[in-house]
């Protein structure tokens, strides 16, 4: 779609402004209720998806074009999907998360890109990865001496994230020994595997990252592995809704749910006493961005003129089929660990701040969300932070004021 397309969903939106915050029957503090970090660092309606739309709508009509602020606005948008989630609370016809995406597609095409995205799009295209200094010979490094099936069943997709951090690829090794001891057919591509470039279409980035996904598709395939699992959420989500809407059939799971499987099958088990209290953050593209894509064909249309409806009924991606209990169940199995809450969690979860590339291209505002959700952990009492996502748990550590922990690796310490 291009920003025109959106011009009756643009017209549509009724300044209700749930958008800018977790539904009202689940809030629980004032301090807590906001959901939007872009509209509450930046304290202005444009920065939420009431005033994107509006903006888009003046775009879209050429009543007026991008300044350098407004296109910065544009971008500093987290691709969390909290506006998307709580504006389907009460409305089924409006798509704020997409209008957002294309906003920031519509303001790239007209040349607004920001000098670290440059940076991150220079990267991609010598070093096929947006980690910025990464180099591509380095990718397969992590792996070294792991012995993968030489039939394998399943791909293991560590993702960029795990793949370069230093500080997370003995996660990413753990993780991939974990399940080839638990019996798995466990593959790897090796130096065929590229950057899923799930980042970049939250960036708006659409025509390189369908150039990646074709290609990654292809690569796939031609593996005839018939499971994907991956402890990167970002990948998770580009395989499971992106890729799928481009044709991948492969089954699609994240590190958490081959665990849980694996718990409820009798296949793993922890043993070991975890003396630890413990709160979880829900990845924004693993819980309510981590719904199965459902494909779907069809047009707008009146009802008597006046009521607007999609013919056949469209799919309604509100949060609630995201993976939430899976990470909680690992939690609970796990001795001596004792989980404590949130107020904003699973399809509500305040972001970490690292989406849409702003880890990089606003370190301010990113450490600035991390804070707000670092202190929301903390008013539970909890010792740690456990998330199951490398760029919550590399943001949420460069923020500091809690122990951040990776899910996989307290589970290590259980067996």
């Known amino acids: 779609m291009a920003l025109n397309d959106f011009i009756p969903m643009q017209e549509r939106c009724s300044n209700c402004s749930f958008c800018k915050w977790i539904p009202f029957d689940k809030v629980k503090s004032v301090r807590f209720a906001e959901n939007c970090p872009a509209v509450v660092h930046g304290g202005f309606n444009t920065y939420a998806a009431r005033g994107r739309f509006q903006m888009g709508l003046a775009i879209a009509k050429g009543e007026l074009d991008y300044t350098d602020e407004m296109a910065r606005i544009t971008h500093e948008c987290l691709d969390c999907g909290a506006c998307d989630v709580a504006c389907k609370v009460c409305r089924y016809n409006l798509e704020p998360l997409d209008h957002n995406r294309e906003l920031k597609h519509d303001a790239l095409l007209k040349g607004h890109i920001l000098p670290a995205q ?15 200094g990464a180099k591509k010979a ?48 466990l593959g790897y591509l090796g130096d065929a595997e590229m950057c899923c470039a799930g980042r970049l279409y939250q960036m708006g980035f659409f025509e390189q990252f369908d150039k990646r996904a074709e290609a990654n598709i292809k690569a796939i395939e031609k593996s005839g592995v018939k499971t994907i699992v991956t402890p990167c959420s970002d990948c998770y989500h580009a395989f499971k809704r992106l890729y799928a809407a481009k044709g991948l059939k492969v089954e699609v799971l994240h590190v958490v749910e081959y665990l849980d499987r694996m718990l409820r099958e009798g296949t793993l088990k922890f043993t070991k006493t975890v003396d630890m209290t413990v709160t979880y953050h829900d990845p924004c593209h693993l819980g309510r961005q981590g719904e ?10 009146k009802i008597l003129n006046q ?21 909680r169940n690992i939690l609970k199995a796990i001795p001596g660990v004792k989980l404590v809450e949130m107020e904003r969690i699973k399809e509500y979860s305040w972001c970490c701040g690292a989406g849409s590339g702003c880890s990089v291209t606003d370190k301010e505002f990113s450490e600035w969300t991390a804070k707000e959700r670092i202190e929301e952990a903390n008013s539970t009492g909890a010792e740690a932070l456990v998330t199951a996502c490398p760029w919550c748990k590399d943001n949420f550590e460069k923020a500091g004021g809690i122990k951040v922990v990776d899910i996989i690796d307290l589970a290590l310490k259980a067996l």
Request: glycine content about 6%; proline content about 6%.
């Open 118 to 132: 440059l940076k991150m799009l220079d990267s991609f295209k010598a070093e096929k990865t947006l980690v910025v």
């Open 307 to 327: 009521v607007h409806t999609w013919e056949p009924r469209r799919p309604r991606y509100n949060g609630s089929k995201g993976i939430y209990e899976e990470p």
């Open 138 to 185: 380095d990718r397969t490094k992590w792996a070294e001496g792991i012995e993968w099936a030489k039939k394998p069943e399943v791909l293991f997709f560590p993702g960029c994230k795990y793949s370069y951090d230093k500080k997370l690829q003995k996660t990413a090794r753990n993780a991939a020994q974990l399940l080839l001891k638990a019996g798995v057919k």
């Open 292 to 301: 199965p894509y459902e494909a779907w064909e069809g047009h707008e249309k």
